[in-house]
């Protein structure tokens, strides 16, 4: 009895076939990497929505007391942790700059206000960060792209967060986000808070 041997006959890809798997993961490699890095850059942003939320509720707190906002040009950590020796890792740089408005339109600084500290919004402001490489992203803002109109007898803060989302990139681009809190006659001498917006800065 004579046992035929079936060999099995081994078939490679085709040319054909394999530029065809190259173009499909092309296709989904172009469509995955940019909302990989969509999700990557909205988590870290996430950072800042519950801390500009605490520094807000400090400075409604403080200005109850003082009738003033407190300006800081370094409100993290002080503001918001009580243990700044054990402070959370962070992305962003937080700023609290206030100002008060007088009745006669007058901007308020420390030589015509008890001393106190105080930025003045027609001057605009000079949004600066640094990054883990060392380049900071630098942009100036002026009140109107802050929406904010001065009126008299009005205090004012923006409570503002600012990074390079890509540190390894060498342009400047920052992602700002900021909240103001506005206090007035047309608000009824209450504390007014402003959503979260944010804009991107820089070139």
Known sequence: MINS??????????????????????????IAIP???????????????PTIDELSKRQISFFSDQKYFESSTWA???LVWD????????RFD???????ILADG???????????VFDQLSLGFS?????????????????EELGIKL????????????????????TTTCTFLFRHILVSPDTNGVPVTSPVLKINLGK
Not at 106 to 116: K, P, V
Not at 155 to 165: H, L, P, S
Request: with cysteine; net charge neutral.
């Open 76 to 78: 993290y950590p002080q």
């Open 5 to 30: 041997i079936t060999r099995a006959t081994h078939k490679g890809f085709t040319l054909i076939e394999l530029m065809i798997s190259i173009v499909i993961l092309g296709i989904i490699a172009a």
């Open 127 to 143: 949004m600066t960060t640094s990054s883990p490489s060392g380049t900071k992203c630098q942009q100036e803002l002026e009140q």
């Open 106 to 116: 007058t901007e308020c600084s420390a030589a015509i206000c008890d001393g106190h």
């Open 83 to 90: 243990d700044p020796d054990n402070r959370p890792n962070r």
């Open 151 to 170: 009126v008299d007898n009005m205090d004012w803060t923006i409570i503002r967060a600012m990074q390079r989302m890509d540190p390894v990139n060498t």
């Open 35 to 49: 909302t990989y890095k969509t999700y990557v850059s909205n988590a870290k942003i996430a950072e800042a929505y």
């Open 94 to 100: 937080y700023t609290t700059p206030a100002g008060k």
